[in-house]
Every structure is written in structure tokens, then in C-alpha cells.
């Protein structure tokens, strides 16, 4: 669908978009069409990127739940947000230089409180097999850069599984490394890409263009977000997620703007049902 639907109206994208499934109350008495992508699990509530967190999400009934995605020096595909384990576990050193059994044996809950001591890193394998059919999975592959060929291991795990064929788009890859995004592209043809920008840089008619030619999803820090932005992606018959979410004033912002979904650590600043 990347190449397919560029230059679409915006009229026939809103109509035909499938991400667009969950109905948040809206005050006027119209349904207003968002999804809610719980950031690193319910982080608001829990520890990000833990179990602890992502049943949390679940239980409120989330959309998603978005998850980073990185590689242990023995190749094991493991859940955490920093290239270090320093600011969210008890140990110390980079996540690429430490084994899996090393980074296993780490407290990744008690920094938030001990009713969460000793919640562990989770595996990528683990997430999928506990999560699939539950709620959605955005996957975010964190500085692939690091990690010399984790795309494959990464389609690798979603083939084994079946994922890698249409599910309604709840499983969707994306990364900040528009190279990765390619690649990634290439390896699961059929399953959603997004690309990830803070940069205002990346916003412009002949850059969302060039994404549109094989990401389905723009997904643009909620600061440098715009009707047109909102507009133009949509014309480009692309979607677009906005994130991080951790006001109910920026929540309200980003429904205003019509995005499709909305990344955050709160997910009831964006459905009050939840």
C-alpha cells in the first residue's frame, strides 16, 4: 500500500483508513476515530517497557502497545528504551555490551516504586507470544545502528509466528533510522512501516513524498505538529501517530488535529473510558 495510495484525496484515505477502529467519546455527540498506542506499556502507571506496564495497557484497554526494541551481545532481542540499562534497572554499561543472562538478572521495576521490584527485561519473543491477539503491537527497533543485522532477526521472530502477513495492522514496525525503515520494508513487504521524526526538517511536501514510497505511517513528535502537516500526510495516503502524550492539554491538542492515533504514557488522557 506505500506506492499505491500516493495521491489519494484525503476524503477517500479517511474513509478507507483500517487504523482507524477505536471511538473515543466526543463531546459534540460525533464519534471521534483514534487510536490509543500506550507508550513503553502504560508508562504513566508502571514501569516502561515491563510486563508490569504492558498488562497495565491492556487492562486499560489500549489500542497498542509500543515497545523498543534492542539486541543483548549475544544476539538475544530484548525490550528496553536507552541504549544503556543505567536510568531504568539497577546495572550499568550498554544493553549491546552485556549478554542476555547479564541483562536478565536486572531489577528493571523498582526505580518506580518496590510494589514493581524485580520485574525483568522482557524478550521480544516474549512480548509477541504474550501480547499478539490481545492488543496491537507497535514495534519500534531502537538504534539499529548498533545492531548489525536486527532487521532480519526482528522479521525473523514475526515470520516464525505468522505475523508477517496482514493483521488488520496490528503489528506495525517503526524507527527514527529511515534506512532501517527501507530495509524493513524490503523483508516484511506486507507489513506496516513508520517513520519517526522530531524535526521539522522532515515535514515538507517533497519529504513526506519520498517516505510515502514505503512507510504507511508518519509519526511526528506532537511539537511539530500542523493541520497541513495532518493534511498533507493523509493526501499521501499515509497515517499519522503522534507521540509523547503526558498532558491531558497535549491529548486534547493531537485530537483536535485529527491525528489517527495518539502515543502515550497515559492512555486514559485520550479515551476517559479507559
Not at 55 to 62: F, G, L, N, P, R
Amino acid at each position: 500500500m506505500k506506492k499505491t495510495l500516493v495521491g489519494a484525496g484525503l476524503s477517500f484515505v479517511l474513509l478507507c483508513s483500517p487504523f482507524q477502529q477505536s471511538f473515543a467519546a466526543e463531546t459534540t455527540g460525533e464519534l471521534r476515530q483514534v487510536d490509543t498506542v500506550a507508550h513503553r506499556g502504560a508508562a504513566g502507571y508502571a514501569p516502561e517497557n515491563t510486563l508490569a506496564a504492558f498488562d497495565k495497557a491492556v487492562e486499560m484497554k489500549s489500542d497498542y502497545i509500543e515497545i523498543d526494541v534492542q539486541q543483548s551481545k549475544d544476539g538475544e532481542l530484548v525490550i528496553i528504551h536507552d541504549t544503556t540499562v543505567d536510568r531504568t534497572t539497577d546495572g550499568s554499561g550498554k544493553v549491546g555490551d552485556l549478554t542476555f543472562e547479564q541483562l536478565r538478572t536486572l531489577d528493571a521495576g523498582s526505580w518506580m516504586g518496590k510494589q514493581f521490584a524485580g520485574e525483568k527485561l522482557p524478550t521480544f519473543d516474549e512480548i509477541l507470544d504474550r501480547y499478539h491477539g490481545k492488543t496491537g503491537i507497535l514495534i519500534e527497533i531502537k538504534a539499529p545502528e548498533l545492531y548489525p543485522g536486527i532487521e532480519e532477526r526482528v522479521a525473523a521472530e514475526l515470520k516464525e509466528r505468522n505475523l508477517d502477513l496482514p493483521q488488520n495492522e496490528k503489528i506495525i514496525i517503526q524507527s527514527f533510522n529511515f534506512e532501517s525503515m527501507k530495509k524493513m520494508n524490503k523483508l516484511l513487504p506486507k507489513v506496516p512501516i513508520g517513520v519517526l521524526t522530531a524535526s521539522k526538517d522532515n515535514t515538507s511536501l517533497q519529504k513526506l513524498q519520498e517516505f510515502a514510497e514505503y512507510a504507511d505511517y508518519f509519526n511526528p513528535h506532537y511539537s511539530i505538529v500542523t493541520e497541513e502537516l495532518v493534511d498533507n500526510v493523509h493526501t499521501l495516503g499515509m497515517k499519522i501517530s503522534s507521540w509523547t502524550v503526558r498532558s491531558q492539554k497535549t491529548a486534547d491538542f493531537l485530537l483536535n488535529m485529527d491525528v489517527d492515533a495518539i502515543i502515550t504514557d497515559y492512555p486514559d488522557y485520550v479515551d476517559p473510558r479507559k
